[in-house]
C-alpha cells in the first residue's frame, strides 16, 4: 500500500522532478543528519549521533511523548461560551489521523522530527466540500520551504515526483524559524558542541574502560630495535587486556621495562563531574528542569515539586500555544468559531488525590458540574448531575438551620 494513498485523487499538477531543490540548505545541515557536523571536541553531530546521549534520548521522548499524551478536544463558540465537538474533525484529532496512524504516534512522530532536525510537516487531506478526511505526516528530508513575497508554498519529493501545496494545506511546527521565515535552526544543529562534548566524554569513558581502566601509558626500556619496541607495545597490551578479562590486580612486567602514564586519567579530568555538567547543558538546550533528566543530584521533596510546576508554566504551555495557534488557523482559518485545545489537566491524572481534590473544589464552589467531572474520568452522565451546586455552610450567626430547615428565631406558628 502507497504512504500516501490521497495522492491518487490529487488535481493539482505536479512539479517535474529535478525542477526545484529536493531540500533546502539547513535540511541537509540539520534535518539529513549527513557527515560534515565537527565539532570542537573532533566528533560528528547530527540526529543519529545526538540520540546516543542518554540525556538528549531522555529530553526528545520525554517532551513528544508528554505533547503527544495530552487530550485534544476540538471545540466550537456558542453564545454561552463554548460547547465541545464531536464526530468528524474532532474523532480525526483525538484517535486516529488517518486509516495508518493514532492521533497519539502522529504527534509523536511529529515533536521527535520538531525535537531533533528542528521541523514537523502535516498534509491536511481535504475532499472537494474542504472537509479535511486524513491528516498524512511528512518526511522532512523531502520538504523544500519556499516564499515569493508573502506567499510560502511546500514542495514535497517522494519516488521521483514533487509535489506543490500552498501553505494552508501544511501544519508547520518549527522550533525555531531564522530571520528569512523560511529555514529553522534546530536544537542538536545549533548547539552541536555542548551536545558534541558529552558524546567525546562518553566515548572517552568506554575506551578508558575498555582497556581495563588503565589510562593512556608509555612503556620505557633498553630496546635493541624498533621491532623489539613493537613487539614489548604488543605483548604489554595483550597482557592488560587479559588481565581485565580474568580481573587480575597485578600486572607483572619484564625486566628492564618501565610504565609511565601519559595524559589524564578519568580521575583528574574530573569525567563524572564533565558528564553532570552536559546533562545540565542538554537540559538548558530544552527548557527542562535537570530532574526530567533522570538527574536528581540537587533534587529534593519540595523542589521537584516546583520544577514539575516550571515544566508546565514555562516550557510546556509554549508548546502547546504554538501547535494550537498554528492547527487553529490551518484546519479552521481565522474565524475562530471553532478551535482546538490540549487539556494539559490530563498531567494529573495520574495524581488521584489531587485531581479527586480540584474536582471537590470545583463542585462546591459552582465551577464544575458533577457531570462534567464524570466526563473527565470516562464515566457515565447520572441524573441531576448538570446542575451547578455551592456550599452553603457558612451563614451568619443566629441564621444556622435547624433539623425543621428552620433558621433560629423562627416559629412553628403560623
Known amino acids: 500500500m502507497a504512504l500516501f494513498p490521497f495522492r491518487k485523487r490529487e488535481k493539482r499538477g505536479e512539479v517535474p522532478a529535478g525542477s526545484v531543490p529536493t531540500s533546502a540548505g539547513n535540511f541537509l545541515e540539520i534535518i539529513t543528519g549527513m557527515a560534515g557536523n565537527s565539532t570542537a571536541s573532533g566528533v560528528t553531530v547530527n540526529t543519529e549521533t545526538a540520540l546516543g546521549v542518554p540525556a538528549v534520548w531522555t529530553a526528545v521522548n520525554f517532551l513528544s511523548g508528554t505533547l503527544a499524551g495530552l487530550p485534544l478536544h476540538v471545540y466550537r463558540r456558542s453564545g454561552e461560551g463554548r460547547e465541545r465537538v464531536s464526530g468528524g474533525l474532532a474523532t480525526i484529532l483525538h484517535d486516529a489521523i488517518n486509516d495508518e496512524m493514532s492521533s497519539f504516534e502522529w504527534r509523536k512522530y511529529t515533536f521527535d522530527q520538531v525535537f531533533t532536525g528542528g521541523r514537523g510537516f502535516t498534509f491536511i487531506e481535504r475532499n472537494t466540500q474542504g472537509r479535511v478526511m486524513n491528516l498524512w505526516p511528512l518526511d522532512p528530508h523531502g520538504v523544500t520551504v519556499k516564499i515569493n513575497g508573502w506567499t510560502r508554498t511546500y514542495e514535497y519529493t517522494e519516488g521521483g515526483k514533487t509535489y506543490r501545496y500552498a501553505a494552508g494545506e501544511i501544519i508547520d511546527i518549527p522550533f525555531m524559524l531564522k530571520p528569512d521565515r523560511v529555514s529553522h535552526r534546530g536544537p542538536i544543529t545549533a548547539n552541536k558542541d555542548a551536545i558534541g562534548l558529552a558524546i567525546a566524554a562518553t566515548a572517552f569513558g568506554s575506551k578508558f574502560f575498555q582497556n581495563g581502566g588503565v589510562p593512556p601509558f608509555a612503556v620505557t626500556g633498553n630496546f635493541q630495535s624498533s621491532k623489539a619496541m613493537e613487539r614489548a607495545g604488543d605483548?604489554?597490551?595483550?597482557?592488560?587486556?587479559?588481565?581485565?578479562?580474568?580481573?587480575?590486580?597485578?600486572?607483572?612486567?619484564?625486566?628492564?621495562?618501565?610504565?609511565k602514564s601519559i595524559g589524564a586519567d578519568a580521575e583528574k579530568s574530573q569525567l563524572v563531574e564533565l558528564k553532570r555538567f552536559c546533562i545540565e547543558e542538554i537540559a538548558r538546550i530544552y527548557a527542562l528542569p535537570p530532574t526530567f533528566l533522570q538527574d536528581l543530584t540537587h533534587g529534593t521533596f519540595s523542589n521537584t515539586e516546583q520544577q514539575d510546576l516550571h515544566f508546565v508554566k514555562h516550557t510546556l504551555k509554549r508548546w502547546v500555544e504554538q501547535v494550537e495557534q498554528e492547527m487553529n488557523l490551518k484546519l479552521f482559518g481565522r474565524s475562530g468559531r471553532q478551535f482546538v485545545e490540549f487539556n494539559v489537566d490530563g498531567l494529573l491524572r495520574g495524581d488521584f488525590k489531587t485531581r479527586m481534590d480540584g474536582y471537590a473544589q470545583g463542585i462546591q464552589n459552582a465551577i464544575l458540574t458533577p457531570n462534567e467531572v464524570r466526563r473527565r474520568e470516562n464515566m457515565p452522565d447520572m441524573a441531576g448531575g448538570e446542575t451547578l451546586m455551592i456550599q452553603g455552610a457558612t451563614v451568619p450567626i443566629g441564621q444556622q438551620p435547624n433539623a425543621q430547615g428552620q433558621t433560629q428565631g423562627e416559629s412553628n406558628e403560623p
Open 235 to 259: 605483548d604489554l597490551a595483550e597482557a592488560t587486556r587479559k588481565a581485565a578479562r580474568e580481573q587480575r590486580q597485578a600486572l607483572v612486567m619484564p625486566a628492564g621495562l618501565e610504565i
